[in-house]
């Protein structure tokens, strides 16, 4: 069994979900001095609030919130606080185009452009954006959400409706995740009209960015301030709002080859190599590292 661990790291609120670990070593990772660690962690980088999650077997074994996702209000983070878990949004749409990729509908290999994705490198591939190596024709590592984001539009053109319709239908419907929206902007009244989700589904949306965890700037004494963030929509690098309970059915969904054959995981999460077979940190739309000889799959 891997070793997995996604970190999800947003203005200053932070939650820790889908990580599997071996039997032996349970009792140890969700024993006290664990615990302690993850607060520990929390007080030291000054964090308001946190979630964490361990997942095995597909089951959740372990989860608890830290601190408070509202701290003028004195509202305690829990398991189910959503948080707007922006470039983490990424493993939802590689999961989109890897499935098309099965499907036949995408070729991982062509350009970009083929599939309406506009990145300056006109011969960059799908597989070198997923890998973030598209600056460089595929031989450097380069973060660069801006490029990522270019699946949006091949999302759209492999499955013919708005890429928030998708990831709405495809995985947070399926997968139940019933604490995630698809974009902080439906509070937006002109957005919620865009007639894309039924009246039931958008006042479900409504009420769970109603609880969503509260932004702040810390600093360098760890006072917290309170700040506004813009309501962004959501596209194939972010806009995601989710709990680490919902994460870790999209994880799980992952892990047990129901989004995706066992194969076509194996790839993602393998790293990639450049034509000069140079180890790159990432695969296709995770990041990939082993740590005491496992490996880890993570994005944050």
């Known amino acids: 069994m891997r070793l997995r661990t996604a970190a999800l790291i947003v203005c200053l609120t932070l939650g820790l979900s889908g990580v599997q670990a071996r039997q032996s070593q349970l009792s140890v990772i969700t024993s006290s001095p664990f615990e302690s660690y993850l607060e ?37 983070a829990t398991p189910d606080t959503p948080y707007p878990v922006a470039d983490i949004s990424q493993t939802l749409a590689a999961a989109l185009v890897l499935k098309c990729v099965e499907e036949r509908r995408l070729s991982i290999d062509e350009p970009i452009r083929r599939y309406g994705g506009a990145v300056p490198d006109s011969s960059a591939t799908l597989r070198q ?70 009246s039931e589904i958008l ?3 409504a009420k769970v960015l109603e609880r969503i965890a509260v932004p ?23 806009g995601l ?5 919902d994460y870790a059915r999209f994880d799980t969904a992952i892990d047990e080859a129901v989004l995706l054959r066992v194969e076509t995981v194996e790839a993602a999460c393998s790293p990639d190599t450049t034509d000069l077979r140079t180890v790159l940190p990432t695969g296709l739309g995770w990041f990939v590292q082993t740590y005491r000889g496992e490996p880890v799959v993570w994005h944050s």
């Not at 962690?41 to 089951?59: K, N, T, W």
């Not at 702040?216 to 194939?236: C, F, L, P, S």
């Not at 709002?241 to 309970?245: D, H, K, M």
């Open 40 to 76: 520990s962690l929390r007080a030291q980088a000054g964090i308001p609030g946190m979630s964490a999650a361990l997942v095995q077997d597909g089951q959740i074994v372990w989860e608890r919130g830290f601190g408070f996702q509202n701290l003028e209000a004195r509202l305690r």
């Open 129 to 198: 954006v997923l890998s973030h190596t598209s600056a460089g024709a595929g031989e450097v590592f380069r973060y660069e959400p801006e490029r990522y984001a270019q699946l949006t539009p091949v999302v759209e053109s492999c499955v013919p409706q708005p890429y928030r319709k998708t990831i709405a239908v495809n995985l947070l419907e399926r997968l139940a995740m019933k604490d995630s929206v698809p974009g902080r902007d439906l509070v937006d009244p002109a957005v919620m009209t865009e007639r894309l989700f039924s």
């Open 203 to 205: 006042e479900r949306y």
């Open 216 to 238: 702040y700037k810390v600093d360098n004494k760890k006072r917290a301030t309170r700040t506004e963030v813009a309501h962004e929509g959501i596209n194939a690098a972010t």
């Open 241 to 245: 709002i989710t709990t680490v309970r």
